[in-house]
């Protein structure tokens, strides 16, 4: 069992503490400012203390670094230069862009770098405690750190998979694509079912998309269906008049998504080349009236 500092105790750092506490580790101190930070260590950390970073550092035989992808290298680098990083310490961090080189300081003074990133959103409460289980985690590391990598994401419940450090980058976008673009296109199309009238937008979509995902997942391109698939034209038209006249913030994100949909629906054989000009040229015309843009050449 380690003892582990953390440094950021913010959604994802104190959550993960509060996991390895439960999985027997001791957790010695944490780190965090804001109001917020030391409600959500009070919560999922009772007892633990909450220190400066670099007194955090000095306590642990392991620190977790969750600190927001652009203050990694600095907060490291910091830590060093105070003395706190010692040799054969293990430094973590939980950032999905990177891998081992942002911990160069670390490295430079002998102690041990690791990525380690859970592929899940968290809300920074109990409430993910339960939804580790299962949760695959993007891990770099050297050979001689494996070992105890894969223990302590078993000690989280969750999945090794193990991410070369020059691939963590599209490890990463495909992660946020996925995710945090989906979240935006949900709140456009609960936007649009709104102002059609619907008193429950979550709900008329739920069973949709429920199924939607599910498919995708599990059939890829093949789980494409809808008026774009069927080259229907005329649907897609009358679509973006609506959009266009009642939210035309979302024709760009609508035009977008729908010119990738016409190329795999192509790739596949499903969408013949004539009904796809069509389509991309009532797309390129929609987003024209609202950007002002020049029409692009129909997908070849």
């Given at each position: 069992?380690?003892?582990?500092?953390?440094?950021?105790?913010?959604?994802?750092?104190?959550?993960?503490?509060?996991?390895?506490?439960?999985?027997?580790?001791?957790?010695?101190?944490?780190?965090?400012?804001?109001?917020?930070?030391?409600q959500?260590?009070?919560?999922?950390l009772?007892?633990?203390?909450?220190?400066?970073?670099?007194?955090?550092?000095?306590?642990?035989?392991?620190?977790?670094?969750?600190?927001?992808?652009?203050?990694?290298?600095?907060?490291?680098?910091?830590?060093?230069?105070?003395?706190?990083?010692?040799?054969?310490?293990?430094?973590?961090?939980?950032?999905?862009?990177?891998?081992?080189?942002?911990?160069?300081?670390?490295?430079?003074?002998?102690?041990?770098?690791?990525?380690?990133?859970?592929?899940?959103?968290?809300?920074?409460?109990?409430?993910?405690?339960?939804r580790?289980?299962?949760c695959?985690?993007?891990?770099?590391?050297?050979?001689?750190?494996?070992?105890?990598?894969?223990?302590?994401?078993?000690?989280?419940?969750?999945?090794?998979m193990?991410?070369?450090?020059?691939?963590?980058?599209?490890?990463?976008?495909?992660?946020?694509?996925?995710?945090?673009?989906?979240?935006?296109?949900?709140?456009?199309?609960?936007?649009?079912?709104?102002?059609?009238?619907?008193?429950?937008?979550?709900?008329?979509?739920?069973?949709?998309?429920?199924?939607?995902?599910?498919?995708?997942?599990?059939?890829?391109?093949?789980?494409?269906?809808?008026?774009?698939?069927?080259?229907?034209?005329?649907?897609?038209?009358?679509?973006?008049?609506?959009?266009?006249?009642?939210?035309?913030?979302?024709?760009?994100?609508?035009?977008?998504?729908?010119?990738?949909?016409?190329?795999r629906?192509?790739?596949?054989?499903?969408?013949?080349?004539?009904?796809?000009?069509?389509?991309?040229?009532?797309?390129?015309?929609?987003?024209?009236?609202?950007?002002?843009?020049?029409?692009r050449?129909?997908?070849?």
């Amino acid at each position: 069992m380690a003892r582990i500092g953390v440094v950021g105790a913010g959604r994802v750092g104190a959550v993960l503490s509060a996991a390895l506490r439960a999985a027997g580790h001791e957790v010695v101190a944490a780190a965090g400012q804001s109001p917020a930070t030391l409600q959500r260590a009070a919560e999922l950390l009772p007892g633990v203390p909450v220190a400066k970073p670099t007194d955090v550092a000095r306590a642990c035989d392991l620190l977790l670094l969750t600190v927001p992808d652009d203050m990694l290298e600095n907060v490291a680098t910091t830590l060093v230069g105070a003395g706190a990083i010692r040799e054969g310490q293990l430094v973590v961090h939980t950032s999905g862009r990177h891998g081992l080189a942002v911990l160069h300081a670390v490295t430079a003074v002998g102690a041990r770098p690791v990525a380690l990133h859970p592929a899940m959103t968290f809300t920074g409460t109990a409430v993910d405690l339960d939804r580790l289980e299962g949760c695959v985690f993007g891990v770099t590391a050297g050979d001689a750190e494996r070992d105890v990598v894969e223990g302590l994401v078993a000690d989280l419940r969750g999945v090794a998979m193990w991410v070369p450090e020059d691939k963590r980058t599209l490890y990463h976008a495909g992660l946020a694509h996925g995710a945090n673009h989906l979240v935006t296109l949900v709140s456009q199309a609960m936007d649009l079912l709104a102002a059609s009238g619907a008193e429950d937008p979550a709900a008329t979509l739920r069973p949709l998309l429920t199924a939607a995902l599910d498919n995708a997942l599990a059939s890829g391109d093949a789980a494409l269906t809808g008026p774009i698939v069927r080259g229907d034209v005329r649907t897609v038209r009358d679509h973006l008049v609506e959009i266009t006249r009642t939210a035309p913030a979302t024709v760009p994100s609508y035009v977008a998504m729908a010119r990738a949909t016409v190329e795999r629906a192509m790739r596949d054989g499903r969408l013949l080349p004539i009904r796809a000009h069509a389509v991309v040229r009532v797309l390129d015309a929609a987003l024209a009236r609202v950007e002002g843009t020049p029409q692009r050449q129909p997908v070849r």
